[in-house]
């Protein structure tokens, strides 16, 4: 009896082993961050006005392709 009582107390001492596991997790991007705007057609430079709405419409485009490029950077740096 009393070897039995010292088998109990010893393999209350003892610890578990240590658990590993890997688990490997890939993020999805969703499919509008995979896409921008495309680039405006080139006008015609007929007057100032149209070079102007030109430029901004190219800078808009420029802009939503930089606002994905961030939200894909933050996604993968979390």
């Known amino acids: 009896m009393k070897f039995f009582l010292l088998l109990l107390l010893l393999a209350g001492c003892a610890s578990a082993p ?34 102007a709405k030109y430029i901004v419409a190219l800078w ?7 606002a994905h490029v961030q939200a894909i950077s933050e996604l993968f740096n979390k």
């Open 60 to 66: 808009q485009a420029g802009q939503d392709c930089r």
């Open 18 to 51: 240590p658990v590993t596991k890997i688990v490997t997790v890939t993020p999805t991007l969703p499919a509008s961050l995979l896409a921008c705007a495309p680039a405006p057609d080139v006008p015609s430079p007929v007057s100032q006005s149209v070079v």
